[in-house]
């Protein structure tokens, strides 16, 4: 599990996303890079670590089930997934 003040740097950076998402949309439409610069930096969706919505962990991460590799696994042999099972041929 990641320490928790990575969890709470990586919620907050997605608020801060979140919060400039349409500001950043209509200067990027206008050619103003300069105002661009000056919003903070951790607003730009770029910088983002995608992480495991579970425990934090930034790597092995599978955007289609917002999850590690590690957890995948685990919730996928209890069968907590929906359409995921193991594969047979």
Not at 42 to 63: A, I, V
Request: charged content about 35%.
């Amino acid at each position: 599990m990641a320490k928790k003040s990575k969890i709470a740097k990586y919620n907050k950076q997605r608020e801060l996303i979140a919060k400039y998402a349409t500001i950043r949309r209509e200067l990027k439409a206008q050619g103003d890079y300069e105002a661009l610069a000056r919003l903070p930096k951790d607003s730009n969706p770029n910088r983002l670590r995608n992480r495991d919505g579970l425990d934090g962990r930034p790597r092995g991460y599978m955007r289609k089930f917002n999850m590690s590799r590690l957890n995948f696994r685990k919730y996928a042999h209890l069968g907590q997934i929906p359409g995921v099972r193991k594969a047979s041929w």
